[in-house]
């Protein structure tokens, strides 16, 4: 008898511990898991579809400008390389991603080369949000951009 009890014991602890398993890996971004889908997300062809200018002196707005874009568009590459296209022209790009922070090089290594440090607003399967904060050299005056997209491959 007290062999089956003891069995019977045995039985039910092995089979009352289950292990549970993933195999998801653990974020490497401290837990923000959509902002670590982003260079995957990222990596597409996006259309501008709006670009909203802000001028800024000494604290008051100066100056509001928004416009509907549509003959504009990005293409980033999962390896941090692209281009910007419009009617006219390319300009190849490199960009640098982490988590939600983004700096923009346009024309890498060209004399007008302009680098554009800003945060992904919003990143899904369909929309783009990006947002410059401008500083200009003498601090008193800056302007900020709002940037959207949507997805077109």
């Known amino acids: 008898m007290k062999k089956i009890l003891l069995a019977t014991l045995l039985a039910a602890s092995l089979f009352a511990c289950k292990k549970i398993t993933t195999n998801d890996p653990a974020p490497a971004n401290g837990g923000n898991d959509d902002a670590a889908k982003y260079p995957l997300m ?10 909203t200018t802000r ?22 590459n999962i390896n941090g390389t692209g281009e910007q296209i ?11 991603l982490n988590e939600k922070n983004i700096i923009i090089t346009l024309a890498p290594g060209q ?3 302009m680098i554009r440090p800003g945060t992904i607003r919003l990143l899904n399967a369909n929309t783009l949000c990006l947002f410059f904060d401008d500083i200009n050299a003498n601090g008193a005056s800056k302007s900020t951009q709002v940037m ?3 997805k077109v491959n």
Not at 42 to 51: F, V
Not at 57 to 73: A, E, F, I
Not at 86 to 96: E, G, Q, R, V
């Open 42 to 51: 990222l990596a597409s062809k996006w259309q501008q579809t709006a670009d």
């Open 55 to 76: 001028l800024i002196d000494s604290n008051t707005v100066v100056n509001t400008n928004g416009k509907l874009v549509t003959d504009v568009y990005y293409q980033f």
């Open 86 to 96: 419009n009617a006219n022209s390319k300009t190849d790009l490199t960009y640098i």
């Open 111 to 113: 004399s007008q080369q």
């Open 148 to 150: 959207w997209f949507k």
